[in-house]
């Protein structure tokens, strides 16, 4: 039985912990209370926002047989919104979206999925760790509280690929590579509304603006009241990083309202998460980081492209290696 520390449970620990044989004994470990990382909600009053990953889509087949139990479980299923692009103010294309090309969401929201998916694992929540050390062949794990874990016969770390360059011990081969790969922040504003807004469409891509998309939150299937979601660009995210949150949240009702035409009077609260690792342009093939002769590995949505299909792809593959022995 092969010892295995996975640290961070988003969706790549998470698949990762799931597809791994029954040789490894798996321990992950989680710097929040909740499983599921940029796969997350947040409560409003009488109203849920998923504030990271909004929908997803798949394509390929593994991926689809993986969604299909989660459907059957009654925690994914398809939303059919009336999705527009913007620009200017403007709508300049129109589509809805239907089951021949479906766009998935958690159910009765995103985080929905990770509490599903954590069912049963051994997860150690509340728990950040900040140094891997080497005991002769195995591996030490130290915590924010200089608590220590293990020994392990292996450790993956499925951060996000600023903090798995910060956590990797220097000697971890793809160590330069991986501390090459950046990743954009982006704002989450959430708009609890009086009422029904009455928008012209339930999500919209927004081009030549601050705003880079807003939807109609509690659009999606099983949400209750009236919930106004829209995440900045990421430039401007980058633009605003060090920025007073409240003066960010400000600027970011204001963007939203020019764009929808909203009026102030309609909200009823306003909330904001800042994203410091949010996503990333298309990656380079392998999909998963390994060295094998220090028994260190890294996955997660950065080895492909910021995408909830991307980080179950690279937990998938890194998991068929280390089932196949090597
Ligand atoms: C605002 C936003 C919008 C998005 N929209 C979409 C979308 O519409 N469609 C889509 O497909 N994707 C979207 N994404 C991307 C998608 O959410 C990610 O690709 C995916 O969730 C990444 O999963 P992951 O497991 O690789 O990483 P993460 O979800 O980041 O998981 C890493 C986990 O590690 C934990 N952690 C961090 N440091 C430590 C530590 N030192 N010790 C222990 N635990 C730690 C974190 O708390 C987290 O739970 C969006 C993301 C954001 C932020």
């Given at each position: 039985?092969?010892?295995?520390?996975?640290?961070?449970?988003?969706m790549?620990?998470?698949?990762l912990?799931r597809?791994?044989?029954t040789?490894?004994?798996?321990?992950l470990?989680?710097?929040s209370?909740?499983?599921?990382?940029?796969?997350?909600?947040?409560d409003?009053?009488?109203?849920?926002?998923?504030?990271?990953?909004q929908?997803?889509?798949?394509?390929?087949?593994?991926f689809?047989d993986f969604?299909t139990t989660?459907?059957e479980a009654?925690?994914v299923?398809?939303w059919h919104?009336?999705?527009?692009?913007?620009?200017a103010?403007?709508?300049t294309?129109?589509?809805r979206w239907?089951?021949?090309?479906p766009?998935?969401?958690?159910?009765?929201?995103m985080?929905?999925i990770?509490?599903h998916?954590a069912?049963?694992?051994?997860?150690?929540?509340?728990?950040?760790?900040?140094?891997?050390s080497?005991q002769?062949?195995?591996?030490?794990?130290?915590?924010?509280?200089?608590?220590?874990?293990?020994?392990?016969?292996?450790?993956?770390?499925?951060?996000?690929?600023?903090?798995?360059?910060?956590?990797?011990?220097?000697?971890?081969c793809?160590?330069?590579?991986?501390?090459?790969?950046?990743?954009?922040?982006c704002?989450a504003l959430?708009?609890g509304?009086k009422?029904?807004?009455?928008l012209?469409?339930?999500?919209?891509?927004?081009?030549q603006?601050?705003i880079?998309?807003?939807?109609v939150?509690?659009?999606?299937?099983?949400?209750?009241g009236?919930?106004?979601?829209?995440?900045?660009?990421?430039?401007?995210?980058?633009?605003?990083?060090?920025?007073d949150?409240?003066?960010v949240?400000?600027?970011?009702?204001?963007?939203?309202?020019?764009?929808?035409?909203i009026?102030?009077d309609l909200?009823a609260s306003a909330d904001?998460?800042?994203?410091?690792?949010?996503?990333l342009p298309k990656?380079?093939?392998?999909?998963f980081?390994?060295?094998?002769s220090?028994?260190?590995?890294a996955?997660?949505?950065?080895?492909?492209?910021?995408?909830?299909e991307a980080?179950?792809?690279?937990?998938r593959?890194?998991?068929e290696?280390l089932?196949?022995?090597?």
């Amino acid at each position: 039985m092969t010892t295995v520390a996975i640290i961070g449970a988003g969706m790549a620990g998470l698949t990762l912990a799931r597809h791994l044989s029954t040789d490894h004994k798996i321990t992950l470990f989680e710097k929040s209370s909740r499983p599921g990382g940029r796969v997350a909600s947040r409560d409003g009053t009488g109203v849920v926002f998923d504030h990271g990953a909004q929908f997803f889509t798949a394509r390929s087949p593994q991926f689809q047989d993986f969604l299909t139990t989660l459907i059957e479980a009654g925690v994914v299923a398809d939303w059919h919104a009336d999705f527009v692009e913007m620009e200017a103010g403007h709508i300049t294309a129109r589509r809805r979206w239907t089951e021949e090309f479906p766009h998935y969401v958690g159910v009765p929201n995103m985080a929905a999925i990770g509490d599903h998916l954590a069912q049963g694992l051994d997860i150690r929540y509340q728990t950040r760790i900040n140094e891997l050390s080497r005991q002769n062949q195995s591996w030490l794990l130290t915590d924010d509280d200089d608590r220590q874990y293990g020994p392990f016969d292996r450790v993956i770390v499925s951060l996000p690929s600023v903090q798995t360059a910060q956590l990797m011990p220097a000697e971890f081969c793809h160590h330069d590579v991986i501390s090459q790969i950046p990743m954009k922040p982006c704002y989450a504003l959430m708009l609890g509304l009086k009422q029904d807004p009455r928008l012209p469409f339930q999500a919209a891509l927004v081009k030549q603006a601050d705003i880079s998309w807003v939807s109609v939150n509690s659009s999606k299937p099983q949400r209750d009241g009236f919930a106004l979601l829209a995440h900045s660009t990421n430039k401007w995210a980058g633009q605003h990083l060090d920025s007073d949150l409240e003066k960010v949240k400000q600027m970011m009702i204001d963007n939203v309202m020019a764009v929808t035409g909203i009026s102030p009077d309609l909200i009823a609260s306003a909330d904001i998460k800042r994203w410091h690792y949010a996503n990333l342009p298309k990656q380079a093939p392998p999909g998963f980081y390994d060295d094998p002769s220090l028994k260190l590995a890294a996955c997660g949505d950065w080895c492909i492209k910021g995408r909830v299909e991307a980080a179950f792809t690279s937990a998938r593959l890194l998991a068929e290696q280390l089932n196949n022995g090597h």
